[in-house]
């Protein structure tokens, strides 16, 4: 069979500070640069994503793949029309070239805002679904953070979402949703679609697969496949988009349609069941610091604190400095945190060599309410160019391009800076700078939950603190404008009510 194959990702946080223009999606950062038609298979190969694996799993079979285009940037705030006109407009054009052609796979995230769109996903849908026509099957992968809309669901055969989170099984789930296509080709006909909204929001920190009541939850749903119930997936949904989507969802698919809305009732009937257990211990910058030195000093392994309002992997732009000021203050030493991005400070340092002083204003260019640059001298203990490979679970194999990038030391602390913003997800970006990360006392990452793939295992004990960020740990908080009327705003939470135009 001829199937065409490509991609388009991003996780759109509306209350983020900067948006994704299309230069951003051709540097890539932490993920591959834009790749175009033979480009996409080097491209993505050996990486720990969804297109790889769908490639991967289809290839022995002697299928012809065409390959599109694929496209992937930082999460933030809104992609840009011009970005997002370009890269479907590149899509498009390269699958009418390819036409006809026996199936489309897109490897898509499923929370993309766009300035033009609230639905990026189901409108690149939309219109492949145009140009391919009703009965080609058009099969999707989603990230777990999906915000499920009824476009995404209508103009594809079948989706199919991660089922962990940190995200280790990106490339599974692109394999996963091969054997659906196989499906189809076996003489499947579409399969019905059972979808189940959940009507509260579910903080970020609270949807670790590694936590409970998460854990569970996902067990229970590879139990309900076979028997005429093909996939089902849950989507605990991406809490900072400001749109009627936004919010959790359970899908299930198959043949047998009683089987498949049973299976979805089960899954949305425990979810619900665990409204109460979606909680978090979340600490003040000053207090997790404090708690973390007092650990350290029995402990023989590093105490990992997640700076998670601001993870870049949720829209921040990892450059605020209320972590890094609680550090300083606390006098922590045998401590490092990352990544701190303020390209003119990593620049800088380059200026100025190794073992140079280095007095600037680090961080802090964002704008966000209660933060700054934090104002100090630090030494410069280490440069580099920014160009590693990743050996973690979730970013495995991820060739990282970060730009000119720098260890500056204050203190006992020490800062890895870089120009572009991966979350830090993986102890190679530490090690790159020149840090070992298990001889650390305390290691302070921006990110929410990805990183605990990694360095779950090197911990003694995580925490999480809430210092000032785009990434509001309690969703609650958001000035909300336009979610679904009633929709809970957290765990047992009020419902949203929107202002009316007189208030």
């Known amino acids: 069979m001829k199937i065409a194959v490509g991609g388009f990702q991003h996780e759109t946080n509306?209350?983020?500070?900067?948006?994704?223009?299309?230069?951003q999606f051709v540097r890539g950062g932490g993920w591959p640069p834009l790749l175009e038609g033979a480009a996409l298979f080097d491209g993505v190969a050996g990486i720990n994503l969804p297109i790889t694996g769908f490639i991967d799993a289809m290839g022995p079979d002697g299928h012809l793949l065409v390959?599109?285009?694929?496209?992937?940037?930082?999460?933030?705030?809104?992609?840009?029309?011009?970005?997002?006109?370009?890269?479907?407009?590149?899509?498009?054009?390269?699958?009418?070239?390819?036409?006809?052609?026996?199936?489309?796979?897109?490897?898509?995230?499923?929370?993309?805002?766009?300035?033009?769109?609230?639905?990026?996903?189901?409108?690149?849908?939309?219109?492949?679904?145009?140009?391919i026509g009703p009965d080609v099957p058009l099969i999707a992968s989603l990230d777990l953070h999906t915000n499920l809309t009824a476009g995404m669901v209508r103009h594809t055969d079948a989706m199919v979402a991660y089922?962990?989170?940190?995200?280790?099984?990106?490339?599974?789930?692109?394999?996963?949703?091969?054997?659906?296509?196989?499906?189809?080709?076996?003489?499947?006909?579409?399969?019905?679609?059972?979808v189940r909204r959940i009507p509260f929001l579910i903080p970020l920190g609270a949807q670790s697969t590694?936590?409970?009541?998460?854990?569970?939850?996902y067990r229970e749903l590879a139990t309900l496949e076979g028997n005429g119930v093909a996939s089902v997936s849950f989507t605990p949904g991406f809490p900072a988009a400001d749109f009627p989507g936004c919010g959790p969802a359970v899908f299930a698919l198959g043949a047998d349609v009683a089987a498949v809305d049973r299976a979805a009732d089960r899954i949305a009937a425990l979810v619900t069941e665990a409204e109460s257990d979606f909680e978090m211990e979340v600490f003040t910058p000053d207090d997790g610091v404090r708690l973390a030195m007092s650990i350290a000093?029995?402990?023989?392994?590093?105490?990992?604190?997640?700076?998670?309002?601001?993870?870049?992997g949720a829209g921040g732009n990892s450059d605020t400095t209320g972590m890094l000021r609680a550090l300083v203050t606390a006098g922590a030493q045998r401590a490092a945190i990352g990544l701190m991005v303020d390209p003119a400070a990593a620049r800088a340092a380059h200026t100025v060599g190794v073992g140079a002083e280095l007095t600037i204003g680090l961080g802090g260019k964002s704008g966000i309410a209660g933060d700054a640059p934090f104002a100090a001298t630090f030494t410069v203990e280490g440069l580099h160019d920014g160009r590693f490979t990743c050996t973690g679970p979730f970013y495995r194999g991820a060739r990282m391009a970060i730009g000119p990038a720098a260890c500056l030391r204050i203190g006992g602390i020490r800062v890895v800076v870089a120009c572009e913003k991966p979350q830090l997800a993986d102890q190679q970006m530490y090690r790159f700078a020149g840090i070992e990360p298990t001889t650390e006392a305390i290691l302070v990452n921006k990110s929410s939950v990805h990183f605990r793939a990694d360095f779950a295992p090197i911990a003694e004990r995580i925490l999480v603190c809430k210092a000032p960020g785009p990434m509001l740990a309690d969703p609650a908080d958001f000035p909300w404008r336009r979610l679904a009327p009633g929709i809970r705003l957290k765990p047992n939470g009020l419902p949203f009510a929107p202002m009316r135009s007189d208030q």
């Open 67 to 131: 390959p599109l285009a694929w496209a992937a940037a930082s999460p933030s705030a809104h992609v840009t029309e011009d970005a997002f006109e370009r890269i479907a407009g590149l899509i498009l054009a390269r699958l009418r070239a390819a036409m006809p052609v026996d199936a489309v796979y897109l490897d898509l995230h499923g929370a993309m805002v766009t300035e033009h769109l609230d639905d990026g996903e189901g409108e690149l849908l939309a219109r492949v679904r145009a140009l």
């Open 14 to 23: 509306t209350f983020a500070p900067s948006k994704a223009t299309f230069d």
């Open 163 to 194: 089922r962990t989170y940190p995200h280790v099984d990106m490339a599974d789930t692109g394999a996963r949703a091969a054997h659906l296509l196989r499906s189809r080709f076996g003489g499947s006909p579409r399969p019905y679609c059972a």
């Open 210 to 217: 590694m936590l409970e009541p998460m854990q569970t939850l």
């Open 297 to 312: 000093q029995r402990a023989t392994r590093p105490v990992v604190i997640a700076d998670t309002q601001d993870n870049p």
